[in-house]
């Protein structure tokens, strides 16, 4: 099967509308282009500025609806060494992300000859710059070197904890032969306690099991939307989680149910890997990771360019932020092209002299490293 018709047509879609989402709500959010924007566009910008992050739950849900085809694609674990998929993943996740990394701090010490705004990060420590290859900076309460990077990290904390889920249910399911049932328990169990407690509690934004509701919705869906399986099962999940709205509504978690429900109506029907059948819409899909992670960099270079050199017209400010839109699309192409599509060849070196150093400190890490007051 050739890499084009391998790829899933409807989730390549989802991903090119929430990776681009995110740009503009990044470029409404950190000015100070948008500040002056805002004076002829203020709903809009309002809008991006606040509403638009929730796209972010595009990426939850598909997360854990392909988390789901690959690790457990008939409901138990498939994969026989665990501890070498997890390293696989970190791998996948942190090789373009640590090129991003070098980048944003390149951009930002550019931005800082040329404008003075809150928005532009520190000049980094080297402890600082290694907390995040590990992907530690958030629970070690570090500032970020990029906007979004967070995400990284709780990507990450979200597949290890369905792996980890997955493996001891295969562990213990094998003396009862209940392997898919306990997964399954598990799976929903610890969804329906996100939905309920940890995610309307602010206070565990920074693990996985506050985020985990979205991503457990988007692999119970993979489960239950095989042809093989009956629609009430669908029908069951959104029951669940409607009446965790209808104790606390919040916009994040209606957006993951529509985009749960609208996965799970596609791979039903077919969908999923024929439609939308469009080459440009499917490319801003494919380089949607390689896009969220140049956005911020690349927006901040253009926000101090026009903070410099270009007058306070909202006008010529709005042709700003459309430049630093189209700009962060083009280097995220071209990151793809350079970097993200050509990880896997690096991935011998990276194992050897990279990722397995970091695996080993990592345990080390979180218990020796004091937090910054």
Sequence with gaps: MSAATSRLAFIDALKAIG??????????????MSDYVSEIAPALITWLSQEARVAV???LVIGGFLAAKGLAPLGKLSVGAPLATLRNRYRKLTTPYVAA????ICCAALARQWMDHDSIPDAPQVRQFLIHTLLLQNLLDYDALSAGVWYVAIDFQLFALLLCILWLARGLGARINGTRILGLCFIAGLGIASLFHFNRDADWDNWGVYFFGS??????TYWASGREQKPVWLGLIAAVVIGALLIDF???IAVALAVALALGIARRTGALESWPNNRAIAYLGQISYSVFLLNFPVGLVVNALFARFAPEDPAIQAIGMLFAWIACIGAGALFYHCVERRARRWEEWTSAWTVAPFLRLFGWLALKIRLRP
């Design 19 to 32: 990776s681009q989402l995110i740009v503009l709500h990044h470029l409404a959010f950190y000015g100070p």
């Design 250 to 252: 919040r916009s994040r």
């Design 57 to 59: 739950q595009v990426f």
């Design 215 to 220: 991503y457990a919705l988007g692999t119970l």
């Design 101 to 104: 990394l070098l980048l944003a």
